[in-house]
């Protein structure tokens, strides 16, 4: 048994959706959520910055006593994760891992589309947790560097015509693909699922790393007796680095309802 909180971070308000889903599977349980939505988009910098955020985030989360971190966030999983594990003496969760394995259960026919950041696109970290699940996979990646900003912005409405240029730049060739599940490896990209849903097809099983993340996370917290014993319901805390009341507007659209007293502001870190 373990009443300290549950740390979740992302680059701004996309891992809510992995929030979402572990306070589903988890109602019981504090959460603390950061999003780093000052320093966003993480997915065009380079590995090096890349480490030394994920490092910042995860010890401002150490510092509210959490008792594991979600990394909810594909970018902070496919260049740090590692670096994390080893410096924190605290379990810390990424979403590619859980992701790829439920996408290579869930596909039929062997092809499996990957929409990600520029730069978990560049670090090939899916193809390969794809391929060591079944080498014989087919599996297609591509960058979609617009997605998070414009869902961090509030462009998350399928008729949205900014949000539905890119995807149309982004998924017009791999909608033509012949795959049967599709991956959405970053964590914003749920949030314009029914935008995604209507360009690849309703046929097209649709991936959500984040939820497959806190999956991996609850397990992994029931099997080694580490959840809470409090009776009441768990609380949600959530921090961002950007502007309070644009995160509040974008989260409580997502979560259903308004989170502004939830919401504390913090300076971004520097690197």
């Given amino acids: 048994m373990d009443n300290r909180p549950i740390g979740i971070f992302d680059s701004g308000v996309g891992g809510l959706t992995a929030l979402k889903a572990l306070r589903d599977l988890l109602p019981g349980e504090d959460t603390?959520?950061?999003?780093?939505?000052?320093?966003?988009p993480y997915g065009g910098r380079p590995r090096e910055e890349l480490?030394?955020?994920?490092?910042?985030?995860?010890?401002?989360?150490?510092?509210?006593?959490?008792?594991?971190?979600?990394?909810?966030?594909?970018?902070?999983?496919?260049?740090?994760l590692p670096h994390l594990q080893a410096i924190f003496d605290i379990p810390v969760f990424g979403v590619i891992?859980?992701?790829?394995?439920?996408?290579?259960?869930?596909?039929?026919?062997?092809?499996?589309?990957?929409?990600?950041?520029?730069?978990?696109?560049?670090?090939?970290?899916?193809?390969?947790?794809?391929?060591?699940?079944?080498?014989s996979l087919r599996v297609i990646t591509r960058g979609c560097p617009l997605i998070a900003p414009l869902s961090e912005a509030g462009h998350t409405d399928k008729d949205d015509p900014e949000l539905r240029s890119a995807l149309a730049e982004y998924l017009a060739d791999i909608a033509d693909e012949k795959m049967d599940t599709l991956l959405l490896g970053c964590t914003h990209y749920p949030l314009v699922s029914d935008a995604i849903s209507d360009f690849?097809?309703?046929?097209?099983?649709?991936?959500?790393c984040g939820a497959e993340g806190a999956s991996a996370l609850a397990r992994y917290l029931f099997t080694?007796?580490?959840?809470?014993?409090?009776?009441?319901?768990?609380?949600?805390?959530?921090?961002t680095s950007g502007n309070e009341k644009a995160f509040a507007s974008v989260a409580g659209i997502f979560l259903g309802g308004s989170i502004a007293d939830s919401v504390r502001g913090i300076a971004p870190f520097k690197l």
């Fill in 51 to 80: 480490l030394k955020i994920a490092e910042q985030d995860a010890e401002f989360l150490g510092r509210q006593n959490v008792k594991a971190i979600l990394a909810a966030c594909g970018t902070t999983d496919s260049n740090a």
């Fill in 97 to 135: 891992a859980p992701a790829a394995a439920a996408a290579a259960a869930a596909t039929r026919s062997g092809s499996i589309g990957v929409i990600s950041t520029e730069a978990t696109a560049r670090s090939g970290a899916y193809s390969r947790a794809l391929l060591a699940i079944d080498p």
């Fill in 200 to 208: 690849v097809g309703g046929a097209v099983t649709l991936i959500d």
């Fill in 32 to 40: 603390i959520y950061f999003g780093d939505s000052g320093r966003m």
């Fill in 224 to 239: 080694n007796d580490m959840l809470s014993g409090d009776s009441r319901g768990g609380r949600a805390t959530y921090y």
